[in-house]
């Protein structure tokens, strides 16, 4: 039993700080405040909950200790974090900062002028 959990710890801490290394790059590599902020919302927060979830286990199964305080900040990471990106990339596209113009086709805009023509007329 030690083995598979301490294998599941280590697994969880591993692939979280691999999440959170690839979260570091996207941020760092990415062309436009769009991308940057999908890679750290969505590879951030899997990476910082596969943490908290590795040391909730090692703290269940080695301190004999069930910490209700990790088990609260993986729940609300989860509802928080996609939200607050979400609102950011909509607040920065409503503000006018522009998209990266490769290969990414603006709908939203598309919809807007759309919207606009359809009220003009009316």
Known sequence: MSVIVDFLIGF???VGALLCLIAMFGVIRL???YTRNHAAS???TLG???ILLGT???FYFYEGHFNSRVILG???LFMTAPVSGHLINRAAYNSGVKIWDKSVRDDL???N???RNKSSID
């Open 56 to 58: 909730f286990l090692y």
């Open 109 to 111: 805009k598309e919809y």
């Open 42 to 44: 969505k590879a951030a």
């Open 31 to 33: 062309p436009d405040v």
């Open 113 to 115: 002028q759309k919207k």
């Open 48 to 50: 910082v909950m596969s």
């Open 74 to 76: 993986i729940v609300f």
């Open 12 to 14: 969880f801490i591993l």
